[in-house]
């Protein structure tokens, strides 16, 4: 039998041993849970009586766009896991029963998640969404090569990225200097990994794009820029360095495409096709359902993969 609790500051060190052993080698996530202050009371654990960890659900707060780009109060739900044995016994909808409890109670309007089974969720109110990933073949060369300059980014640049220009898209959330810091690195790897489209009169970072290799094909899971010319920049060089590591194929994640991005995607990729996810879930809380269920529905929407919980 396991009793329902929030943790405590002594519980640290078995969650994060219950962590490794349910995602393997994960050492971000004791990075990412030490952002919250209040992450103790938002962590809710099924416990037996000799203290053992048999399952834990943590619910993280955010600012969230909804679907007229307004930021609102959201629960994220992460860092769920259970030991092998204790699989069956209904201690995942227990311990989201209490979180959505502790949501409400702290003003959150809707609770968001990502998953790759969303069965486990849906018993207990969330309700899945489809997301858009474009694939393709890699791209074309820039003919005549770009003025950009495309670079490894530093970490001297995450002021510049921060304040590149974006729209208040629904589903966003709205990054703090702490996310900048430590949320993406540790989502996306260290900056290093990232590209950056230098302006060739400031000098200054125009765009940043994120790729992964994954599956055979170059994963590009965020994008920025100032203009068309930056991110056919970013996007001609993300496909050279997959065609370079002896990929074919490339992904893009984000909202529907608008002119900027059609303009560059013959850079990235070429004989496109569009597929639907439905790894996001989403479940009301204080605001009416409609209004909740609107916003990922909302043609600009984007979750990006940095911003996970």
Not at 69 to 90: L, W, Y
Not at 100 to 121: D, I, K, N, Q
Not at 233 to 241: D, G, I, N, S, W
């Amino acid at each position: 039998m396991s009793l329902i609790r929030t943790a405590r500051p002594a519980d640290e060190p078995a969650l994060h041993a219950l962590w490794d052993a349910c995602f393997g080698a994960a050492p971000h996530l004791p990075a990412l849970y030490a952002l919250d202050p209040g992450r103790h009371r938002r962590t809710f654990l099924a416990v037996r009586d000799d203290g053992t960890i048999d399952a834990v659900v943590v619910y993280v707060p955010r600012d969230i766009r909804d679907a007229e780009g307004a930021p609102v109060r959201v629960g994220g739900i992460g860092s769920v896991a259970t030991r092998p044995e204790a699989c069956g016994r209904g201690l995942i909808r227990s311990l989201l029963q209490a979180a959505a409890a502790t949501m409400r109670a702290e003003s959150c309007a809707w609770s968001l998640l990502f998953t790759g089974t969303p069965g486990v969720y849906t018993g207990s109110g969330w309700q899945t969404f489809p997301t858009r990933l474009h694939e393709g073949a890699l791209g074309n060369v820039l003919p005549g090569g770009s003025p950009y300059r495309v670079r490894p980014a530093r970490p001297a640049d995450l002021p510049h990225l921060a304040r590149l220009p974006r729209s208040a898209r629904p589903l966003s959330t709205v990054r703090t200097e702490a996310d900048w810091r430590t949320r993406l690195p540790a989502w996306y790897g260290p900056p290093r990994e990232w590209l950056v489209a230098q302006d060739p009169d400031t000098g200054r970072p125009a765009g940043w794009a994120v790729a992964a290799h994954d599956a055979g094909a170059v994963d590009v899971r965020e994008y920025a820029a100032t203009g068309p010319g930056a991110l056919a920049a970013l996007f001609a060089a993300v496909a050279a360095r997959a065609r370079h590591a002896g990929l074919r194929a490339a992904r893009l994640r984000g909202p529907a495409p608008g002119p900027a991005v059609l303009e560059a995607l013959p850079h990235l990729m070429t004989g496109v096709t569009v597929r639907t996810e439905h790894m996001g879930m989403i479940r009301p809380l204080l605001a009416p359902p409609e209004h909740a269920h609107a916003v990922p529905r909302a043609p600009e929407a984007v979750h990006w993969y940095g911003d996970s919980f």
